[in-house]
């Protein structure tokens, strides 16, 4: 159900379908297309349904020699809580560790500021991440950046 994605016509269209489905936390047009787009360029999985649908998408991108982060992700809000999230990163773990990474990073909006942040967070959490630090103003005053890390083991 999880397959790589090569071609960057495929990702933008999986990476807009899919975005376009959840405007509670991809709600600023402009920087979900910078999401649509950029992710063109990386490395990306998605997950499609029964019926061939793309259900969710995650794509990669290198922060550092050791460090790759969860640059974006995505599951359609029908096929939340179905496990689409955790295969898609599992996915993407697996790639992150064979290619060398020791480090996986994740930021989202800090708790506390709206429920489908929490939930994201809490998602997060439950695959293995530890909250590092918060940037109060590397977005706005009104979304604080939560940075979320890992120890590729």
């Known amino acids: 159900m999880v397959r790589r994605i090569e071609d960057s016509e495929e990702?933008?269209?999986i990476a807009k379908e899919v975005l376009l489905d959840l405007p509670e936390w991809f709600g600023i047009p402009e920087s979900t297309q910078e999401y649509i787009d950029e992710s063109a360029q990386m490395p990306f999985w998605a997950f499609f349904s029964a019926e061939n649908?793309?259900?969710g998408?995650?794509?990669l991108k290198e922060t550092s020699?050791?460090?790759a982060?969860?640059?974006v992700t995505g599951v359609k809000k029908r096929f939340h809580r179905q496990g689409i999230g955790k295969a898609l990163f599992d996915e993407f773990y697996n790639y992150a560790k064979s290619q060398g990474y020791r480090f996986l990073q994740v930021k989202t909006v800090d708790e506390g500021r709206y429920e489908e942040y929490d939930a994201t967070i809490r998602f997060y959490e439950s695959l293995g991440f530890c909250r590092l630090e918060v940037f109060p103003?590397?977005?706005d005053a009104h979304n604080p950046c939560l940075l979320l890390v890992m120890v590729i083991g």
Do not use: G
Request: contains cysteine.
């Open 11 to 13: 990702k933008r269209s």
């Open 53 to 55: 649908e793309p259900a």
């Open 57 to 59: 998408f995650i794509a």
């Open 65 to 67: 020699a050791c460090t």
């Open 69 to 71: 982060e969860v640059f």
């Open 137 to 139: 103003a590397l977005w």
